[in-house]
């Protein structure tokens, strides 16, 4: 059998996505896979001490010390490439990726966004969500194209939103289901499992 897949989690902030990622990853329910690394742009993501506590290894890179997006892409896919990462995981990682790093990493780069794409792209997509009226909004897992939050659809969820939603209500609603659709989505790429054809992914049948 081939070994498991290694997981790069990109993270810039709190990491609650990293964490159910990694809690999905302790229960077994992604048995082909393991973590190689939880990598932040900021020394001062609360995510990092979380990923910490999990006996998890860790690395800043601040793209601060970088002069160019390209420079501080290729110091990020260098620390990959060692750790062997077959799937690298955008999880609040709150810095667009450069064609480089892109193209090194072609379909096996993955981002949850907080809305139903390609409707309300960005980064206040639950408020944008609920300032237009919209009934229903969800998450998005998609793989990482050259385009902001454009790239091949691979698991959707929806989620309704109550009359007396803030953005913050809202919020919290859809996050509860990233945390389940990101683990689905990791899981279906370990079992090479998820066939891209143009902008469509195909979930393949089990063997
Ligand atoms: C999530 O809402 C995710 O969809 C968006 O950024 C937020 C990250 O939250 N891309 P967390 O750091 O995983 O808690």
Redesign the pocket.
Known sequence: MAGKKRLAIL??????????IARALKRGKIPNAEIAVVLSNKPDAA?LKKAQQMGLETLCISHKDFHTREDFDRRIVEELRKRRVDLVC?????RILSPYFINQYRNQIM????ALLPSFPGMQ??KDALEHGVKYSG?TVHFVSEDVDAGPIIIQKVVPVRDDDDADTL?AR??RQ?HKIYAEAIRLFTEDRLEVRGRRVFWKKKP
């Not at 993270?11 to 159910?20: F, L, T, W």
């Not at 955008?90 to 709150?94: H, K």
């Not at 981002?111 to 907080?114: C, G, R, S, V």
Request: net charge neutral; proline share 4%; with cysteine.
């Open positions: 993270i810039s902030g709190r990491g609650s996505n990293m964490v159910a995510g955008l999880a609040g990682f709150m981002n949850i966004h907080p997509a639950q998450c919020a859809i996050l990233e």
